[in-house]
T-cell receptor, first 112, second 115 residues
Framework: DGGITQSPKYLFRKEGQNVTLSCEQNLNHDAMYWYRQDPGQGLRLIYY???????QKGDIAEGYSVSREKKESFPLTVTSAQKNPTAFYLC???????????FGSGTRLTVV | GESVGLHLPTLSVQEGDNSIINCAYSNSASDYFIWYKQESGKGPQFIID?????DKRQGQRVTVLLNKTVKHLSLQIAATQPGDSAVYFC??????????????FGAGTQVVVTP
């Protein structure tokens, strides 16, 4: 079945550490996105990529980095510069600019 | 900076009744709208979409209504079931080059179905 897979489901980070969240899709979608969701709030865009080897900052990119070396993969690194990283992170993909998104099941990141 | 957490608007519905969830969108240039359902701890799931050349679209037990004059979107769920309990988000997609392909999400409405 085609879909979008995020891993791990739960992730714990110590202060000062970088962590990388995985996002893989086999839908052959060109565009991929990373969102952050905090309790009781909507989704905020971190980074997005329209095509391989290209990506743009979203509304809250500070403290995060991404890469898009393959069409199927769009990993997100939460760096130590992100002051409040505890959140639910959602990856999504889209076949094109005028279509909706397919979401992954999310990664819950907690700072310990 | 980070926002303080907010309580979502909540809609309480009795099982079997119809639900109506409302959403006001901000961009008059938006031409594509989607409703998503998100259950606790899961990613959002697509429910139904509508383009700006339509004012109504129906799916299985769901209907989306679009009023471009007042920039209002609604989702109607017929015969609400316990499995419909979730947070519902509306999303809009703009047509400006700056907003290429990016969905803008509303804050969401918590739907609670009571027996």
């Amino acid at each position: 079945d085609g879909g979008i897979t995020q891993s791990p489901k739960y992730l714990f980070r110590k202060e000062g550490q970088n962590v990388t969240l995985s996002c893989e899709q086999n839908l052959n979608h060109d565009a991929m996105y990373w969102y952050r969701q905090d309790p009781g709030q909507g989704l905020r865009l971190i980074y997005y990529s329209q095509i391989v080897n290209d990506f743009q900052k979203g509304d809250i990119a500070e403290g995060y980095s991404v890469s898009r070396e393959k069409k199927e993969s769009f990993p997100l690194t939460v760096t130590s510069a992100q002051k409040n990283p505890t959140a639910f992170y959602l990856c999504a993909s889209s076949i094109g600019w005028n279509y909706g998104y397919t979401f992954g099941s999310g990664t819950r990141l907690t700072v310990v | 900076g980070e926002s303080v957490g907010l309580h979502l608007p909540t809609l309480s519905v009795q099982e079997g009744d119809n639900s109506i969830i409302n959403c006001a969108y901000s961009n008059s240039a938006s031409d594509y709208f989607i409703w998503y359902k998100q259950e606790s701890g899961k990613g959002p799931q697509f429910i139904i979409d509508i383009r700006s050349n339509m004012d109504k679209r129906q799916g299985q037990r769901v209907t989306v209504l679009l009023n471009k004059t007042v920039k209002h979107l609604s989702l109607q769920i017929a015969a609400t079931q316990p499995g419909d309990s979730a947070v519902y988000f509306c999303a809009e997609k703009g047509m400006t080059t700056d907003s290429w392909g990016k969905l803008q999400f509303g804050a969401g409405t918590q739907v609670v179905v009571t027996p």
